[in-house]
């Protein structure tokens, strides 16, 4: 993890369910879930507050350590994230959106906006689709990453989990945290398999420049060059790149080390 976490200088955190669990909130699609578990659509999420994982979380990105949090949760948990650097893909359940002025505003209920247009949550549900123009912002941002970092999602719901796909078709990097095992895990450089806390507390540990604790469930090793090269010069668009990833992050070119 120190050697991702030190030469990325572009991260990018994408979150999911699993982060929420600490809260008390069920994410339903994890092995072994309880018969009879309601959905984050059927509770009161206004009664759960965040957490010491959505509280790490919120350090790292308002620190600019990581550029950007993109989430499918509804919740509402990662309110203490920047706003300018929070895309909330699936909606956020306390908030609101008019279809006539498109002004976002806080969800009490009402369901006019005061120009009169038809207010609504902003909240996906399974039969709609997510805010074009959010997601293809979100698009931008994977494009422009150098280390993905994914925890507590199955990666199961679509178009979300088509974002990965767009870090590894350029070769780019990704870590992958959540309990149980993923489509994603065998092209990720790492996975891990352990509490988000636990691995967040690690990333922490490496930025001050300490040793990390948890060990990874497993590693995809990184190209066996000369690490003294931190970076390279694109033969194609003469984009300077570190020593990894494989390939040009700005036109996909191989790298000459590869």
């Given at each position: 993890?120190?050697?991702?976490?030190?030469?990325?200088?572009?991260?990018?955190?994408?979150?999911?369910?699993?982060?929420s669990t600490s809260a008390g909130i069920p994410d339903y699609r994890g092995l072994g879930k309880p018969s009879g578990e309601k959905s984050a659509r059927q509770l009161d999420?206004?009664?759960?507050?965040?957490?010491?994982?959505?509280?790490?979380?919120?350090?790292?990105?308002?620190?600019?350590?990581?550029?950007?949090?993109?989430?499918?949760?509804?919740?509402?948990?990662?309110?203490?994230?920047?706003?300018?650097?929070?895309?909330?893909?699936?909606?956020?359940?306390?908030?609101?959106?008019?279809?006539?002025?498109?002004?976002?505003?806080?969800?009490?209920?009402?369901?006019?906006?005061?120009?009169?247009?038809?207010?609504?949550?902003?909240?996906?549900?399974?039969?709609?689709?997510?805010?074009?123009?959010?997601?293809?912002?979100?698009?931008?941002?994977?494009?422009?990453?150098?280390?993905?970092?994914?925890?507590?999602?199955?990666?199961?719901?679509?178009?979300?989990?088509?974002?990965?796909?767009?870090?590894?078709?350029?070769?780019?990097?990704?870590?992958?945290?959540?309990?149980?095992?993923?489509?994603?895990?065998?092209?990720?450089?790492?996975?891990?398999?352990?509490?988000?806390?636990?691995?967040?507390?690690?990333?922490?540990?490496?930025?001050?420049?300490?040793?990390?604790?948890?060990?990874?469930?497993?590693?995809?090793?990184?190209?066996?060059?000369?690490?003294?090269?931190?970076?390279?010069?694109?033969?194609?668009?003469?984009?300077?790149?570190?020593?990894?990833?494989?390939?040009?992050?700005?036109?996909?070119?191989?790298?000459?080390?590869?």
């Open positions: 993890m120190d050697l991702l976490l030190n030469y990325s200088k572009k991260v990018v955190f994408l979150t999911g369910a699993g982060c999420l206004t009664l759960y507050k965040p957490t010491k994982v959505h509280n790490l979380i919120a350090d790292f990105v308002n620190s600019g350590k990581v550029r950007h949090l993109l989430t499918q949760n509804i919740d509402d948990l990662h309110r203490d994230v920047h706003p300018d650097k929070l895309s909330e893909i699936h909606g956020n359940h306390s908030k609101g959106r008019c279809h006539s002025c498109g002004t976002v505003m806080s969800w009490t209920g009402h369901k006019s906006c005061p120009c009169g247009g038809r207010l609504t949550q902003t909240v996906v549900d399974f039969d709609t689709s997510v805010d074009p123009v959010m997601f293809k912002a979100a698009e931008k941002i994977v494009d422009d990453a150098d280390l993905l970092i994914i925890m507590g999602t199955s990666l199961k719901v679509t178009p979300f989990n088509l974002l990965p796909g767009r870090m590894l078709k350029r070769g780019g990097n990704i870590i992958m945290v959540n309990r149980d095992p993923t489509e994603i895990d065998p092209a990720a450089r790492m996975v891990y398999r352990c509490d988000i806390y636990d691995f967040l507390e690690d990333m922490e540990r490496v930025y001050n420049k300490e040793s990390p604790k948890v060990k990874p469930y497993a590693i995809r090793e990184l190209p066996k060059w000369d690490n003294t090269i931190k970076v390279w010069s694109c033969d194609f668009c003469t984009t300077e790149n570190r020593f990894y990833p494989d390939c040009c992050e700005a036109c996909g070119s191989a790298c000459p080390g590869s």
